[in-house]
DNA sequence: ATTCTTATTGAAAAATATTTTCAATAAGGA
DNA sequence: TCCTTATTGAAAATATTTTTCAATAAGAAT
């Protein structure tokens, strides 16, 4: 089922500005803010408020069509979710965005946790950072920033 | 090495707003904002400006002092770090964190990933909310909010 | 103790980010 | 094509963070 069906299916409708801001993430695949977002929005031409690129961040979140990634500085970022991952890797250089598979036994490492600590765990949030390929190719570089 | 050895280290001053920071971390143990951080020098009257409560989070993460947490909603909070360990878990319910050990095997984890997606990977940032057990206790609440 | 140097502070202003309000618009069913 | 109402965008309100700079105070030197 692709987002405007989602959509639909909810009550909701499939406005101008949604296509945009789903358009613009598409094209980046790396984390953006709602800044930058509404910037790209423009450079495109396709103009729509500010405001309007806020609402749908927080809209397209409640459904899981987006998801808010948290990096050391930039703390409001929003990419697409591909369903089934949930963990990202984020270059430090170019900022390109990868989900990745494989950490599907991390959740095994969850029971030891809530032994130590008593806590029930129902939520996490797991990114790396680091180099991409393409950036290293380029740069050689290789070390943390 | 405290924090105050830590900061002669370095040349640095041992001040009273740096002394207030510290000492409000240190009551709250739970993730506080800078203005929450502020407000609460000024209710311990302890009168301390907003922009040094910054500056001095800045400082401390800067040394590894203090860490940064990223919750869903507040984004911006920091809790004093304990040596040694990296992770976070956050109550949904009461916001108290606790650090927790035993993923030092995280590492482990990295080298398929660096296989899969050709990054290097150099930094991470892990954090997993749940319910804490006091807050089981209180509210025989379990699941996800 | 006192002086000196300079890191650090705090107030104000500037810059930036986010939320609220509300009349005007347009999505999509009838 | 009309109608209902979810949604938009502009402006204002609010909140957050950073910058600037003269005044202060930490701590080394005397």
Redesign the interface.
Known sequence: MDWQEKLNQEGLRVTHPRRVVISVLEQSGTPLSPQAIHRRSLEAKEEIGLVSVYRTLDLLTELGLVR?V???NE??CYVLASPGHYHH?V??HCGSA?E????ED?SS??A???L??????????????????EC?RRTGY???E
């Open positions: 808010r948290h990096g050391q703390c409001q890797l270059c430090q990868v990745f598979s494989g950490m991390l490492l969850l030891p946790i809530e130590e600590t008593g806590f029930t765990i129902n939520e996490h949030l797991l990114q790396f950072s680091g180099v991409c390929p290293q290789h070390d943390q």
